[in-house]
């Protein structure tokens, strides 16, 4: 399948600090990337699609001012969480679509995912 | 109700048995269906697509009955490395977007 990766796979961060999460698709173009959050023994929530080039459109209830999403190329998105709190720990996870691969064009490639502890 | 609802499970199977998990959905515009997999504490892999007419991939089997609004999976000769969490996700109608169930866990005994 496509590859995605994610950096930092993991950080600890302490409270009111920022954090920058990385996402790359590395074998193909993405246009849209999503950003989720699965806390534990939870499902996955869609926190934002990243379009390359314009604005991110965010899901109800996600603070636009406080999870920075930037789609700067056609491989690249990045999710600044600002002010981390104790309660933005998560494990967040991107994903892409490639155009060019599966049939139904909805099947998603996920990043390894970035464990956030703020402390 | 729910746009995505599967049974949690844990559903706890011997080696070498046979599995099915269902998951419904509750929108009826809905295009595209999957099933991932997810293993404690990584990413969810994408396992199968789920056409309309059903496929197969080695052991597994996924059905889509539209009818019902509901996808199935079934695992044959289950082996021990299959134990994980299998996601439903289904298009629920918006542009790309995708919802995903909150998982099924299996356990393969051995």
């Known amino acids: 399948g496509a590859v995605v990766s994610q950096h930092p796979s993991r950080v600890i961060c302490k409270s009111g600090t920022s954090v920058k999460i990385e996402c790359r698709s590395l074998?193909?173009?993405?246009?849209?990337m999503f950003w989720y959050r699965q806390f534990p023994k939870q499902s996955l929530m869609l926190m934002a699609t990243?379009?390359?080039?314009?604005?991110?459109?965010?899901e109800q209830g996600v603070e636009k001012d406080k999870f920075l999403i930037n789609h700067a190329s056609l491989t690249l998105s990045t999710l600044t969480v600002t002010s981390a709190h104790p309660e933005d720990s998560s494990f967040y996870i991107c994903?892409?679509?490639?155009?060019?691969?599966?049939?139904?064009?909805?099947?998603?490639?996920f990043g390894p995912g970035t464990r956030l502890t703020v402390t | 109700r729910k746009e995505v609802e599967q049974d949690p499970g844990p559903f706890n199977v011997p080696e070498g048995a046979t599995v099915a998990f269902n998951c419904t959905y509750s929108n009826s515009a809905s295009q595209s269906f999957f099933w991932y997999r997810q293993d404690c504490r990584k990413e969810p892999k994408l396992l199968m697509s789920?056409?309309?007419s059903g496929n197969e991939d080695g052991r597994f089997t996924a059905q889509l009955n539209r009818a019902s609004q509901y996808i199935s999976l079934l695992i044959r000769d289950s082996k021990l490395s299959d134990s994980a969490t299998y996601l439903c996700?289904?298009?629920?109608?918006?542009?790309?977007?995708?919802?995903f169930g909150t998982g099924t866990k299996l356990q393969v005994i051995p």
């Open positions: 994903s892409a679509r490639d155009l060019d691969r599966g049939i139904l064009g909805d099947e998603q490639y």
């Open positions: 990243s379009n390359e080039g314009s604005k991110a459109t965010y």
């Open positions: 996700v289904v298009n629920s109608g918006g542009y790309q977007k995708v919802t």
């Open positions: 074998d193909f173009q993405a246009t849209t």
């Open positions: 789920v056409y309309s």
